[in-house]
């Protein structure tokens, strides 16, 4: 296995992605629309790793050129990262969420599979799990009712892929359910660029923290957590990027439809990632307690021990390393990839 095709590579994740894989031997071809990213974040991979990536412009609603590049680059794997991913966006465009997501990942499996190209490692989420009875959440627990369509598209593509592997063996499908990927790499050189005001926890802090936005709002504190606001577990986005390697290097051995978490297996509050950050990184972030955000839950965090068994995949990076790396991005990139 060795040329891999990387859809959304451009993303926050993708660009990570790409940069270990490129990082452990294998030939990266990215294909994405920069719907929602820049190709400045490959320039910047190819800088930092010294070599290159075969980069389509493309959508993957659009079967034939997907086909194309598939057979054209000799892809053995496609690691499936293209998505709209935000949630309050997804409810007021929900026609734009399903068309996107689900469409464009029916088009890609259907060039897939007439190129013969079967093996597909996907970037779930822990929204599948929907409210959780316990924590900490492993594989095994039963899938759940999102609370938004963006979440929905996420269990309607693995169950799509799920069908997928029952119709024909031959696919291997592995879902990798990320919990709340944050941090960048340690270079400051790529990393998460939302476009306006950003919907996630840690690129709204360290706007704060750079005085884009005057504070940060924290919806609630009266969740049943140590100190009432929201707990989650906050993994290093190369810790996450690593754990799609070990996928890859271990696909031989892998049979059917696979589940993993990636997660750090720590869920950390609201509040704790502003005392960490301010800590570690001696910047001040102003805070206002407000009310609940809807679809917001108490508490999730996982039990990632399935992946450190089975593909030998651990976490390198605690919360500390996390903030310290999403700040020097933010910092050193005050306007993430535009110059
Ligand atoms: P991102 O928006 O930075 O990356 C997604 C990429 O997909 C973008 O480069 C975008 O241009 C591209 N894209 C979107 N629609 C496309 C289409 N039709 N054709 C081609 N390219 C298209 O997001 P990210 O944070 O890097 O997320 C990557 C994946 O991980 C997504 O599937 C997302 O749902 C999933 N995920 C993200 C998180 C998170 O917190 N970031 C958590 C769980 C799961
Ligand atoms: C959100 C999405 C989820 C998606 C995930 C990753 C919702 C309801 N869920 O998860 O579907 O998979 O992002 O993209 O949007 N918080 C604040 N102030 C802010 C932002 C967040 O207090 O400005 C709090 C939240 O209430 C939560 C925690 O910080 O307790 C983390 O929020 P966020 O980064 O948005 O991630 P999730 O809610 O876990």
Not at 70 to 94: F, N, Q, R, T
Not at 203 to 215: E, F, N, R
Request: aromatic fraction near 8%.
């Amino acid at each position: 296995m060795k040329n891999i095709l990387i859809t959304g590579g451009a993303g926050f994740i993708g660009s990570h992605v790409a940069l270990e894989l490129l990082d452990s031997g294998y030939n990266v071809i990215v294909y994405d629309n920069l719907s929602n990213s820049s190709e400045e974040s490959l320039k910047r991979v190819e800088e930092l790793t010294g070599l290159s990536i075969s980069f389509y412009k493309g959508d993957i609603l659009d079967t034939n050129h997907v086909k194309e590049v598939l057979e054209k680059e000799k892809i053995e794997a496609v690691i499936h990262c293209a998505a709209l991913k935000a949630v309050g966006e997804s409810v007021k465009k929900p026609l734009l969420y399903y068309h996107n997501n689900i469409t464009g990942t029916l088009s890609l499996l259907s060039a897939m599979e007439e190129v013969g190209v079967k093996n597909i490692i996907f970037s779930s989420s822990a929204t599948v799990y929907g409210d959780p009875e316990t924590v900490p959440i492993t594989e095994d627990f039963p899938k759940g009712a999102p609370t938004n369509p963006y979440g929905w598209t996420k269990s309607m593509m693995e169950q799509i892929m799920t069908d997928l592997h029952t119709a024909d063996p031959n696919w291997k499908v592995i879902l990798l359910r990320y919990f709340n990927p944050i941090g960048a790499h340690k270079s400051g050189r790529i990393g998460e660029d939302p476009k306006g005001i950003p919907n996630n926890l840690l690129p709204y802090v360290t706007q704060v923290a750079i005085g884009k936005l005057p504070y940060l709002h924290v919806y609630g504190d009266d969740y049943d957590t140590h100190d009432g606001t929201g707990v989650r577990d906050y993994i290093h986005v190369v810790d996450l990027a690593k754990g799609h390697v070990k996928a890859i290097d271990n696909l031989d051995k892998l049979t059917g439809v696979e589940i993993f978490n990636l997660a750090t297996g720590h869920g950390y509050s609201v509040l704790d990632i502003v005392k960490t950050f301010e800590k570690v990184n001696g910047v001040k972030i102003e805070y206002k307690i407000e009310g609940r955000r809807e679809g917001d839950i108490d508490e999730t965090y996982a039990d990632a021990s399935k992946a450190e068994k089975v593909l030998g995949w651990i976490c390198d990076n605690g919360l500390e390393e996390m903030l310290e790396d999403s700040w020097r991005w933010q910092k050193n990139n005050p306007n993430g990839y535009e110059e």
